[in-house]
Each structure stands twice: as C-alpha cells, then as structure tokens.
C-alpha cells in the first residue's frame, strides 16, 4: 500500500485567514515533504522532515509554517497568504532517506481570495 | 542552471502509436536517482521508475520502457501502443545530494502527453 493521504482535497481561504492542511500515511515511512506546484508547472520543495525534524526549508516564507507531530502526520499551518500562493500543495513520503522513492498524495488545491 | 530538461512541452499522437519523452539531465554526483512521474489531470503524481546511477541496464514493464545513457545524460521514456488513458504530464526527476545526508528531488517542466483515439 503506497497511499499518502491529504485533507481537504479543495480549500477557499481569505487573506486574514488562518487555515491548516494535513498529510498522513500510513506506511512506516520516516520521510516526509511539502511541495507547492502552480499551474503548469513542476512541483518545487518546500520542506523535508526526516524522522519528524526539519531537515529542509527552502526559503519558504513564515506564513508557511509545517508541523510534524508524529511519523504518520505532517501539517502544513497557513496564515496571512497571499494570492500569489494560491496553489496545489503536494505531500509525499519515502521510507527513510530522501534518496528513496517518494510517493504522493493527491493534493490539496488552495485558492487565497 | 537548468538540472533536468525535458524539451518537449507537449506532444500529441494518435492512440497505438509509440511515442518517446525525451529527458536529459545535469550533476556533479556521482551517486544520484532519476524518477519518472506521471500526473493525470486528477493532480496526483504516479510514480513510474527509480533509477540509480549505478544501474544502467534499461527496464520494461509492461507498454513502458527506459533507455537510461549515462554517456550522454538522458533518461528517455517510452510508452509502446499508447492509449488514451496515458494522457498526463510526464515529469523527470533528478535526486542529487543538496548537503551532507540529504538529497532534493529536482524536477524537469514536464512533457504534456495527448493520445487521442
């Protein structure tokens, strides 16, 4: 079973908003990632935690603000966004290393009004 | 610098027809992973192969091969009788070490693949 869930599939959200996205799987896996793919676009990283610490940030800006609470469960804090981060938010994870496959969920799609 | 190239934006073929996606890539590695990925218009991307670059040998399975040349940097993909269901964007990906332990997927822009019956 390679599924990585993420929750809510669509979101609307004001600018003055505070709002979370959430990612779970259930795989044993002790990497985890956030990617932001606009349209037509490839994904680019954000963040990587490796055995529940932040191991990459990629000069996202702090109205991003991940979480990892356990193995199992990334979050993704959103506050004060932009419209311009309007966005599709991917989470993925591997099994241990970030040289290991990654596997994807099915995205959030944020829209920043 | 551009890591991953793929050149062909979009490309568009009749169903049956056997069709290339082009992907060349640029490291200083010596140790590093090519990825396929495909992402249908449902948004989640698939994950097709992993490829080290120790491991020249080419793969099949199934309608899918891989021609991976380190010689000249390209990790070509190619689907054998297309279908209508292989309608996506087809990312490339290169894993190349971005500081001691870790390692940063960096994706190509991606080839928008059309089969129309």
């Known amino acids: 079973d390679t599924e990585v869930t993420q929750t809510p599939k669509h979101l609307v959200m004001g600018m003055t908003n505070k709002k979370s996205l959430k990612c779970e799987q259930h795989m044993g896996h002790r990497a985890m990632y956030w990617y932001k793919q606009k349209a037509k676009k490839p994904p680019e990283l954000m963040f990587v935690y490796s055995y529940e610490k932040l191991s990459i940030n990629e000069s996202v800006p702090s109205r991003f603000s991940p979480e990892c609470p356990n193995s199992s469960l990334l979050n993704l804090h959103l506050h004060a966004l932009q419209p311009e981060d309007s966005a599709l938010y991917l989470c993925?994870?591997?099994?241990?290393?970030?040289?290991?496959?990654?596997?994807f969920g099915p995205g959030t799609r944020l829209t920043v009004l | 610098a551009q890591k991953v190239t793929q050149a062909q934006t979009e490309i568009s073929v009749v169903e049956k027809e056997d069709v290339t996606l082009d992907c060349v890539y640029e490291t200083r590695d010596t140790t590093y992973y090519l990825f396929w990925y495909k992402q249908p218009p449902s948004g989640e991307l698939v994950f097709l192969i992993r490829?080290?670059?120790?491991?020249?040998q080419n793969e099949i399975s199934g309608r899918y091969s891989w021609n991976f040349q380190k010689s000249t940097s390209s990790f070509n993909f190619t689907i054998t009788a297309s279908q209508v269901v292989d309608s996506a964007v087809y990312f490339c990906?290169?894993?190349?070490?971005?500081?001691?332990?870790?390692?940063?997927?960096?994706f190509g822009k991606g080839t928008l693949l059309t089969v129309n019956p």
């Open positions: 490829r080290n670059s120790f491991d020249e």
């Open positions: 990906a290169l894993s190349e070490n971005s500081g001691g332990s870790n390692y940063k997927l960096t």
């Open positions: 993925a994870s591997s099994q241990q290393r970030t040289t290991d496959t990654q596997y």
